[in-house]
């Protein structure tokens, strides 16, 4: 189980790439498909090494991802 | 990249949240920014300032000139002013000697504050005016197209620099510090954590400060020079950057790609303007000195 | 409401228009000035500063007036009642400002002692040099209130008339001394605080999330706000809707806009603000203000000896113009003579609101001093020839 998850609004983001480079435990990939805007958004690749740290969050000029704890 | 669909596998609770969003006008998203730009990443690193430094929401009120950085002001959810280009500081000045329990805090770009703005920062630095001025350095004039900016290093590409910019450029964190700063730092929209943790600073402190946060304009600054995009910048800003807090600010000028001295420069203790002013209207005046009661009657 | 006696200095005085001007800001209720200094008119600031510490206000000299004329507006949407000073060649660098007020209907007041222009122009003297410029001198099309005293009295009455209005119409007003005026010494009585009438920043009584900044009232002007009550509110000098919000659209800049100069044509007639005399039975009438308007009574005067019907018309409230009371006279009179110490200035809008009902005679001069009341009085006597 992972201890964290990250939300991803997809239709916001305009495929950066910050968060995939700058997780890290890189949980992220850039999807090959697109939003309606034409962008790349990020994929969840690995859900489970995710720690909720949210850092994507920090670093999404968007605020299009963001990143929190699962509640224990 | 992959070739998956746009199913995320996360399990998200039903009342998670963007932490971001009770910060900003919701309504008036999307922003105007550019992929890749750096500007939304500093407003991140403001908003997590604001949350961690328990900032009375009501009383903070931003700032800002003309150009991308301020467009800050616009989607900020505070009592915001998007005033003219280069005097945001005068009106931020005005703001606060009226109501001096509200935190002012000035959020624009570096053409803004440093060329038609540069008189009106050196005054306030002078005078330690009680401000929080956050710098969004990209090194130009983006909103008008990229053009030359005095933050511009030397041999690069602009609009109006076609052959190249031969002006030497200005050093904003040596500039802060001599003109009177009571905190001086730099930070690039790489240093997440320590942005926000100098920006949570700035909100507990007293006096002017100054954060400059050198930014990608990877659609102007970045495409003309041939340095590729948003993430080659920060990918270059994680390479290049040196954290030497207390370096000489003298020694910190920034260059077309060249090392990037980032840090904590300048934390040091002045008397405020209010102090000063008190000080001396009860030396002089004693009991008849009036305390300042600026703001008219609510009617 | 009535003033607040702390900034109210009752009493029978021996004042200049400088001087006065201050204690008329006092009195409105200001608590908060921005300057920077320029002859002929850094002595009401020099004023302000040594009396509002013991008042209990702040005044801060800038670095420019570029600053000085937006600190104001801070201060404003700080909670305060605040104003500038100036002169031609600060009044010049202050445009861009006045066109931030007028946008985003930030009520503050501009003094503005004039001086002879162009350029530097002559710093110690008169001239009502600036009078087209405090309508037209910011890009773009926006109204702004303009009165003009004629008395040291008048400076200090007329700066609370000034707030008022700022207040009334969310509108920055332009105070057009000259430098005749404002170092002119004369009797000043300042009454109690209780009969001054001070109109009250019209804050909203609406809860932050229904108020809208830009929402107007039946009198096509929004209510106010301050920084620090929960408001949340959005100021921006870009082409705005009700809220605030930047909206750079066709049908925004229409309604938006043009809202900014309907909202004061209450001024172009029932609001004017103008002295009149013997206008029943003129044949010709002097159009005149400020200092001018003191010159022209005496050739008024001398004409009236002479057996000439010469009527008055003094011009308070120089901006909007008070046109339909021109039109109206116009027809009723063979002519109307424009003295004003400029080349033509304020002749061109008394001309278009007579609309060629009858003639206009200007009697320029181009600044240094007053008009001799001569000259004054052959325009008269020509008009009606």
């Known amino acids: ?72 | 990249m992959n070739e998956q669909t746009l199913e995320i596998p996360c399990t998200i609770p039903a009342d998670a949240a963007n932490p971001v969003e009770p910060f900003l006008r919701m309504d008036r998203m999307p922003h105007i920014w550019c992929p890749a730009c750096g500007i939304g990443t500093t407003v991140n690193c403001f908003v997590r300032a604001l949350i961690e430094s328990h900032a009375n929401l009501d009383k903070v009120a931003i700032v800002s000139g003309i150009g991308c950085t301020g467009r800050v002001a616009g989607y900020a959810n505070l009592d915001s002013f998007h005033t003219t280009h280069g005097r945001a500081i005068p009106f931020a000045t005005g703001l606060k000697l009226a109501n001096p329990e509200l935190q002012v805090v000035v959020y624009s770009g570096d053409g803004d504050l440093f060329a038609i703005g540069g008189n009106h920062f050196i005054h306030a630095a002078r005078r330690n005016m009680d401000l929080k001025v956050i710098c969004v350095n990209n090194l130009t004039y983006a909103m008008t197209g990229g053009q030359t900016a005095p933050t511009t290093p030397g041999k690069v590409i602009s609009a109006t620099s076609p052959y190249g910019v031969f002006e030497p450029a200005f050093n904003l964190v040596a500039l802060a510090e001599a003109a009177g700063a009571s905190y001086v730092a730099r930070w690039t929209t790489f240093h997440v954590k320590q942005l926000s943790r100098s920006m949570e600073e700035v909100l507990h402190k007293k006096g002017f400060c100054f954060i400059e946060v050198i930014s990608p304009c990877p659609t102007l600054y970045q495409r003309r020079n041939k340095m590729g995009d948003g993430l080659d910048t920060m990918k270059y800003y994680k390479q290049a950057s040196k954290i030497r807090h207390g370096a000489r600010t003298t020694e910190c000028d920034m260059t077309k790609s060249g090392e990037i001295i980032v840090g904590k420069f300048v934390d040091r203790d002045r008397p405020g303007y209010f102090e000063m002013l008190h000080a001396q209207m009860t030396e002089t005046l004693g009991d008849r000195y009036a305390e300042p009661e600026v703001m008219c009657e609510q009617c | 409401m009535h003033a607040d006696p702390k900034g109210v200095l009752t009493g029978v005085h021996f004042l200049d228009g400088d001087h006065a001007c201050c204690e008329g800001t006092l009195a409105a209720g200001a608590r908060f000035a921005a300057g920077y200094p320029i002859t002929p008119s850094t002595e009401v600031v020099e004023r302000f500063a040594s009396r509002i510490p013991t008042v209990g206000g702040v005044f801060i000299q800038m670095e420019d007036e570029l600053a000085a004329s937006i600190t104001i507006q801070g201060a404003v949407w700080g909670g305060a009642k605040a104003f500038t000073v100036t002169s031609g060649p600060g009044f010049s660098l202050m445009m861009e400002h006045i066109g931030y007020a007028a946008m985003t209907e930030t009520p503050c007041v501009f003094v503005n002692v004039q001086r002879g222009g162009p350029s530097t122009g002559l710093p110690t003297l008169p001239a009502q040099a600036d009078m087209m410029q405090a309508r037209w001198g910011s890009h773009g099309d926006y109204g702004i209130i303009a009165l003009c005293p004629n008395s040291p009295q008048e400076c200090f009455d007329l700066t609370i008339t000034a707030f008022n209005l700022s207040e009334e119409f969310r509108v920055p007003v332009m105070l057009m001394l000259d430098e005749c005026v404002g170092h002119m010494t004369e009797k000043v009585v300042i009454p109690d605080a209780a009969a001054i009438d001070v109109y009250p920043r019209r804050f909203t009584h609406l809860p932050p999330g229904e108020f809208r900044l830009f929402e107007p009232r039946e009198d096509k002007v929004p209510d106010m706000v301050r920084a620090g009550d929960g408001y949340r509110f959005h100021v921006t000098g870009l082409t705005h809707d009700e809220r605030g919000y930047p909206s750079m659209n066709v049908d925004t800049q229409n309604r938006s806009v043009t809202r900014l100069l309907e909202k004061l044509q209450p001024f172009t007639g029932e609001r004017a603000l103008s002295e009149t005399a013997n206008l029943e039975d003129a044949e010709v009438v002097v159009v005149s203000y400020g200092i001018t308007s003191r010159v022209a009574q005496r050739a008024i005067d001398m004409a009236r000896q002479q057996g000439v019907r010469a009527g008055k018309f003094r011009i308070i409230s120089a901006w909007p113009f008070p046109e339909r009371h021109i039109a109206a006279l116009a027809p009723k009179v063979k002519a109307m003579v424009v003295p004003e110490l400029n080349l033509g200035q304020m002749v061109r809008e008394v001309e278009r609101a007579a609309a060629g009902k009858c003639k206009v005679t200007l009697v320029p001069h181009a600044g240094g001093t007053v008009h001799n009341p001569e000259v004054i009085l052959k325009a008269i006597l020509e008009a009606v020839r």
């Open chain 1, 1 to 72: 189980m992972a201890k964290g998850f990250v939300a991803i609004n997809v239709e916001r983001c305009k495929g950066c790439g910050f968060c995939v480079e700058f997780c890290p435990t890189r949980v992220l990939m850039l999807s090959s498909a697109f939003n309606t805007k034409g962008y790349h958004p990020p994929n969840v690749v690995a859900a489970e090494k995710c720690s909720g740290c949210d850092l994507c969050g920090m670093y999404c000029p968007d605020f299009a991802i963001f990143g929190a704890r699962y509640a224990r």
